[in-house]
């Protein structure tokens, strides 16, 4: 932080500055405006000079993230402060192009990689036009096609490397957010949108709460429902495409409660205003992962995905209450611990038990933790078990997760292959 020595002592300053010259702007008003989940809001305003210098003061409270200068009939220019001064020189004329940031590492970074993104955006949007529209027999389609997908190369080893020599910037998170799967060229509109559809998710993860503090959330959310719109082609389908969009939105806030809950009361509310009621009711049922069935708060490592071993038998109990030995490792096996009286576990039978959520060549296991709610359970499935809290530790001990629901791939060697405690993930 910066340092001030007045009268001898050492005292930590307590505001910080933003100074700017924008040439072409003559005594006119400059507007500060902060950014908070979907909302925004003006907190501050400027009078530029003659010569288009002019001055915030920046409070070191002020959380760190996104904030915007708008000026001159809505024209703008984002900023990201950080606990550290900012100065910069541009032109109206070419606010990007001329920008330079004198003081500010943050925003250094910041805006090389928007010099750099808008000058290879311009010519891979009109690339991309041409290809969808010419015929890709001809020549000048691979050449065209050449040349996107070079440029498309060009500007993801642009990213990466100024994302490996500055990962500790507050920047870096802005930058991965506003990346974006970029489908084949040669693609139908058809095919594209739902290659786009599935590799979305992989642009965006929303578990850093100080994504919130700029438009980054709301834009994507706003750019994955446009994307999901793009691929119902009946009104039967519409509902069912929102939902597998809003829940792969959810399952992408991570184990951050508080961003779970920004992008559950989003949706909901944003589907009310749309008319979606429905979708909004099963929305906001939705509980964050932290239900009362799990036995303490350590969390494991949900994803694991080392060759470890499950036992090759585990002492059970059926619904009659009998004792039965499992066995491991005659077939693939998908093995979910859930409890009864949870929503989140309900979530995980439910999907368990439909083909249409999880499919498996081999034999699906269910098994309820606590013998106490066993009357709450009800289903078909012939491979109910209830488990022991001896059991439960072998199998805790294994797959080093210690919280319920818990879903567990075991292939036909009897090896973990995969691990999960979301619903959402598996959706």
Known sequence: ????????????????????????????????????????????????DLNGNFSFTVNSEKPPGQYRLIFANRRFLDFVFNQENIQFTTSLDHLIDDMKVTESTENYVYYQYLKFRVKSQKRIDQL????????????????????????????????????????QLLVSSFIKIDREPRPDPSWNKAMANHWVFEKFPEYFQFNDTLLLRSNAVSAKIIAYLSVALSLHNHPD????????????????????????????????NGFVRLGYKNISAQISEIPFPCCTCRPNEK???????????????????????????????????????????????ELMIEGLMSEKVISTGGKKILIIYRETETAAVESENPYIYFISDKEMKKISGITEIQTIPMLITINEKGEVLHTSTSWLELI
């Open 299 to 345: 969390t494991g490592n949900p994803g694991k995905t080392s060759k470890t071993r499950m036992p090759s038998s585990l002492i059970l109990k059926t619904k009659n209450g009998e004792k039965a030995t499992v066995k491991f490792g005659e077939k693939s096996t998908i093995l979910l611990i859930a409890s009864a009286n949870c929503k989140w576990s």
């Open 237 to 268: 389908s519409l509902e069912n495409i929102l939902k597998t969009a809003s829940f792969r939105l959810l399952a992408s806030t991570g184990q951050s409660e508080k961003m779970f809950r920004f992008m559950n009361e989003y949706l909901s």
């Open 128 to 167: 991309s036009k041409q290809l969808y529209s010419y015929d890709s027999t001809k020549a000048f389609f691979a050449e065209a096609k050449h040349e996107y997908l070079n440029l498309i190369r060009q500007e993801d080893e642009f990213t990466n490397q100024l994302l490996s020599e500055y990962p």
């Open 1 to 48: 932080m910066l340092l001030m020595f007045i009268s001898g002592q050492m005292l930590f300053a307590s505001e910080y500055h933003l100074k700017g010259n924008i040439k072409g702007i003559s005594e006119s008003k400059i507007f500060l405006q902060e950014f908070y989940g979907d909302q925004n809001k003006v907190t501050d305003s400027a009078m530029a």
